[in-house]
């Protein structure tokens, strides 16, 4: 991998985590046209996505310190039911962690006629949450935030946008707009770093059959930097985005890429 490969999937990683057009997805396509293997692929997207999710840190970091301070002060206050549902969000993406995670890597290089229609299904949701409209209730309750955390747990599929999954998942529960989107990137950001530590873990102990070994030291750098600043670019964005009810648009970048990529693999 050169470094402008990695400066390149660095871009669409940090675009595309926070926008509802699945970063999974996009790497995939990206990887497999440059040439990368599944696994290698894998472990790029990996590191890129902890870039991502620092750049939610910094970007949340208000939000992020608000829920620090209420945790430490020992009551049952907003900020503590925020964390707990926050956690409850992430047991079934954990599962999916735990037991089926040698599955969702074989997944990766499958080949790219699943991401066509796991990019199409994206398209549905985001159509779906677009013209619905329910009633809109204050805050997210235990039993939405369980739901949306089944969402991000399916959104493991490369394709399958996880903002977009989450977010129109909690939209189509009735919650408000800019409300769910944080939620949505609040609660990645324990997951990911789960499962960014426990390859660092594996490389620690020699384990040979890390596919970080494959990737240059500078590609890793460069495509770690474009990916946290590009992602705290669009991380607001998006933001800004879901709370003026403009996914739809999503909606048809994803049907045009979706049927692209489908097309390219019938052809190949």
């Known amino acids: 991998m050169s470094w402008i490969e990695a400066v390149i999937l660095g871009l669409i990683q940090g675009l595309t985590e926070f926008l509802p057009v ?26 890129l996505h902890v870039a991502t999710v620092l750049s939610t840190i910094i970007v ?7 829920l620090f301070k209420g945790l430490f002060s020992f009551r049952w206050n907003e900020e503590t039911k925020t964390v707990s549902k926050i956690l409850l969000s992430m047991i079934p993406v954990g599962i999916v962690g735990l037991f089926f995670k040698d599955v969702v890597e074989g997944l990766f290089g499958s080949g790219l006629m699943p991401v066509g229609y796991m990019l199409l299904l994206t398209a549905a949701l985001l159509m779906i949450s677009y013209y619905a409209r329910p009633r809109q209730k204050e805050n997210i309750s235990f039993r939405n935030a369980f739901i949306i955390g089944i969402a991000q747990a399916c959104a493991v599929m490369p394709g399958l946008s996880r903002s977009g999954s989450t977010i129109a998942t909690g939209i189509l529960l009735g919650n408000k707009k800019e409300k769910v989107a944080k939620f949505s990137f609040l609660m990645v950001i324990v997951p990911v ?34 990916a946290f600043l590009s992602g705290a670019f669009a991380c607001k964005w998006m933001i800004h985005i879901v709370k003026e009810g403009k996914l739809i648009y999503f909606a048809y970048y994803c049907i045009a890429v979706g049927l692209f990529v489908i097309i390219n693999s019938l052809m190949h």
């Open 22 to 47: 699945s970063s999974s997805g996009h790497l995939t396509i990206a990887g497999t046209f440059f040439g990368l293997s599944g696994e290698e692929n894998l472990a790029f997207a990996i590191l």
């Open 60 to 66: 949340l970091r208000t939000e992020v310190s608000d």
């Open 193 to 226: 770093l789960g499962e960014a530590l426990l390859d660092v873990l594996k490389m620690l102990k020699g384990d040979e059959s890390s596919a970080f070994s494959a990737i240059p030291a500078g590609a890793m750098i460069c495509g770690f930097v474009t």
